[in-house]
């Protein structure tokens, strides 16, 4: 069930108006029940998909806890949990992609490769529901968190709908006990909740829907554009893609949040970054804590020597990209990323000469902007391999950007008119990403609903009612997927 939808109108209010008039002790059971109903929606028969890694996870962190279990049998229980339930994300998600590997490998070698493609469906949010379980078990082995031994309390924790599909990612310790929490009605936090959403939907469908028309039509077939117009399809798909996600991971925490459930941030203004390091810590927060914690430190962080450190940082990035999908472009992403956090410390001092030489450090403030828009450029290169359909796609865009003189005579403001969207829809995408960022910037120190909460009455309606409107008036309505479902 697509949160921008009719069904998901009717869907929402229903579950939380049930929530609300239900006897605490029978809120767990609704939830688990809507949430088994929300996932259905997509493909009904894969909810035995998360069954089996539900079961799985749940037996191994009670197993893992026996009294009388040594370090070693408790070790082998966690390591055959993450094999389990990743084998399930392997046959699911990556079975094809070795497998047309192995088979071109086999055709360049002139071998018979009998074995043909799968036809399967990749569960939606197959990768989000089992990072979420592989951290209950791990927080569990190193002893954080105790082993939930109400079994639908724990299908509720890595089922909860709102962030079922494509996170945030949440840990036991922030999530499970508010199960057993009793949460009242509350006003401010209702409507806290509902504006939150509100201004996702917004984001969803009248900036990234509409700058999806303009960013498929570039990507789909990219070698009817060069210069200017590819470069104004990557800066939207940058736009994209975040007010897509983003969108998505205000709508969940929104509708949690209503119900009195805290769920972690999972942006931060990701764009407004001053480096590589400093993007990562503000874009899809609760997956690169999830590295962070679960793989990166494992290897040994940067308590290891410099050589190690930068490999534990490429390795950890490189895995993240092939987490995001089964195709070489995103082994690339990734790989790209993890460049430019090693490029980063190896010019650590080159750059800090620059800055005494040019007097840049001086200025703080421009200092801060020019790293901006040296970061942001850095950023949509990666994201040209993220949104390609192949590798020889993204290394035709990569390697057609600089003919942006093509992008200014005639025809090239032809092509930047014919990239499907009309004029109104692209001054409406170029003024609603203006009102955002604007937004953005004004909230560096405090969260915009919250400056309105001071504010008269009729000026926050008025804001409120504005938002609505323009979603209603510029929105996009073709119950267009979010981005991150296919992960």
Same mark, same amino acid.
């Given at each position: 069930?697509?949160?921008?939808?009719?069904?998901?109108?009717?869907?929402?209010?229903?579950?939380?108006?049930?929530?609300?008039?239900?006897?605490?002790?029978?809120?767990?059971?609704?939830?688990?029940?809507?949430?088994?109903?929300?996932?259905?929606?997509?493909?009904?028969?894969?909810?035995?998909?998360?069954?089996?890694?539900?079961?799985?996870?749940?037996?191994?962190?009670?197993?893992?806890?026996?009294? *009388?279990?040594?370090?070693?049998?408790?070790?082998?229980?966690?390591?055959?949990?993450?094999?389990?339930?990743?084998?399930?994300?392997?046959?699911?998600?990556?079975?094809?992609?070795?497998?047309?590997?192995?088979?071109?490998?086999?055709?360049?070698?002139?071998?018979?490769?009998?074995?043909?493609?799968?036809?399967?469906?990749?569960?939606?949010?197959?990768?989000?529901?089992?990072?979420?379980?592989?951290?209950?078990?791990?927080?569990?082995?190193?002893?954080?968190?105790?082993?939930?031994?109400?079994?639908?309390?724990?299908?509720?924790?890595?089922?909860?709908?709102?962030?079922?599909?494509?996170?945030?990612?949440?840990?036991?310790?922030?999530?499970?006990?508010?199960?057993?929490?009793?949460?009242?009605?509350?006003?401010?936090?209702?409507?806290?909740?509902?504006?939150?959403?509100?201004?996702?939907?917004?984001?969803?469908?009248?900036?990234?829907?509409?700058?999806?028309?303009?960013?498929?039509?570039?990507?789909?077939?990219?070698?009817?554009?060069?210069?200017?117009?590819?470069?104004?399809?990557?800066?939207?798909?940058?736009?994209?893609?975040?007010?897509?996600?983003?969108?998505?991971?205000?709508?969940?925490?929104?509708?949690?949040?209503?119900? *009195?459930?805290?769920?972690?941030?999972?942006?931060?203004?990701?764009?407004?970054?001053?480096?590589?390091?400093?993007?990562?810590?503000?874009?899809?927060?609760?997956?690169?804590?999830?590295?962070?914690?679960?793989?990166?430190?494992?290897?040994?962080?940067?308590?290891?020597?410099?050589?190690?450190?930068?490999?534990?940082?490429?390795?950890?990035?490189?895995?993240?990209?092939?987490?995001? *999908?089964?195709?070489?472009?995103?082994?690339?992403?990734?790989?790209?990323?993890?460049?430019?956090?090693?490029?980063?410390?190896?010019?650590?001092?080159?750059?800090?000469?620059?800055?005494?030489?040019?007097?840049?450090?001086?200025?703080?403030?421009?200092?801060?902007?020019?790293?901006?828009?040296?970061?942001?450029?850095?950023?949509?290169?990666?994201?040209?391999?993220?949104?390609?359909?192949?590798?020889?796609?993204?290394?035709?865009?990569?390697?057609?950007?600089?003919?942006?003189?093509?992008?200014?005579?005639?025809?090239?403001?032809?092509?930047?008119?014919?990239?499907?969207?009309?004029?109104?829809?692209?001054?409406?995408?170029?003024?609603?990403?203006?009102?955002?960022?604007?937004?953005?910037?004004?909230?560096?120190?405090?969260?915009?609903?919250?400056?309105?909460?001071?504010?008269?009455?009729?000026?926050?309606?008025?804001?409120?009612?504005?938002?609505?409107? *323009?979603?209603?008036?510029?929105?996009?309505?073709?119950?267009?997927?979010?981005?991150?479902?296919?992960?």
């Amino acid at each position: 069930m697509l949160f921008n939808s009719f069904e998901f109108l009717l869907f929402f209010p229903t579950v939380t108006l049930l929530y609300f008039l239900l006897p605490h002790r029978f809120r767990w059971q609704m939830l688990l029940i809507s949430s088994c109903l929300f996932y259905m929606a997509f493909i009904p028969r894969y909810i035995a998909i998360l069954g089996v890694t539900i079961l799985i996870d749940y037996f191994a962190a009670l197993w893992i806890v026996r009294p *009388g279990l040594t370090p070693r049998k408790k070790k082998g229980v966690l390591t055959i949990s993450i094999l389990s339930t990743c084998l399930v994300l392997v046959v699911f998600k990556y079975c094809n992609f070795f497998n047309n590997n192995f088979a071109a490998i086999a055709r360049v070698l002139g071998l018979n490769y009998p074995i043909g493609v799968l036809n399967i469906i990749l569960p939606i949010g197959l990768s989000f529901h089992t990072f979420q379980s592989l951290s209950y078990v791990i927080e569990v082995y190193r002893g954080n968190q105790k082993p939930e031994r109400h079994f639908g309390i724990y299908a509720l924790y890595v089922m909860f709908y709102p962030q079922l599909v494509a996170g945030p990612i949440e840990r036991p310790q922030n999530l499970l006990h508010q199960f057993y929490a009793k949460h009242t009605f509350d006003y401010q936090r209702v409507t806290d909740g509902l504006k939150l959403m509100v201004w996702g939907l917004f984001k969803k469908v009248v900036i990234a829907d509409r700058l999806a028309i303009a960013v498929n039509t570039v990507y789909g077939e990219p070698r009817e554009f060069t210069g200017l117009p590819l470069i104004v399809a990557t800066v939207f798909f940058a736009f994209q893609i975040y007010c897509d996600f983003s969108g998505y991971s205000d709508i969940a925490i929104g509708a949690a949040q209503v119900m *009195g459930f805290r769920l972690m941030d999972n942006f931060n203004r990701p764009y407004f970054a001053k480096s590589i390091a400093e993007f990562w810590k503000r874009w899809h927060i609760s997956l690169s804590t999830w590295f962070r914690d679960y793989l990166y430190i494992p290897l040994g962080g940067n308590r290891a020597k410099t050589w190690r450190w930068q490999f534990n940082l490429f390795v950890t990035f490189l895995v993240s990209g092939f987490w995001h *999908g089964a195709n070489w472009t995103y082994v690339i992403w990734g790989a790209l990323n993890g460049f430019y956090l090693i490029s980063s410390i190896w010019t650590h001092n080159l750059r800090q000469t620059v800055c005494r030489v040019t007097t840049l450090d001086r200025y703080p403030t421009l200092h801060k902007y020019v790293k901006v828009a040296i970061t942001f450029p850095l950023v949509c290169v990666a994201w040209i391999f993220f949104r390609a359909k192949g590798v020889h796609d993204a290394w035709f865009i990569l390697t057609h950007l600089q003919n942006v003189h093509r992008g200014f005579h005639l025809i090239g403001a032809w092509q930047l008119l014919q990239m499907g969207l009309s004029r109104y829809d692209l001054t409406v995408a170029v003024v609603a990403i203006i009102i955002m960022e604007s937004l953005h910037a004004i909230q560096r120190h405090c969260k915009i609903r919250h400056m309105l909460a001071e504010k008269p009455i009729w000026l926050r309606w008025s804001v409120y009612y504005v938002l609505v409107v *323009g979603i209603i008036f510029f929105g996009v309505f073709e119950q267009r997927s979010f981005i991150y479902f296919q992960f």
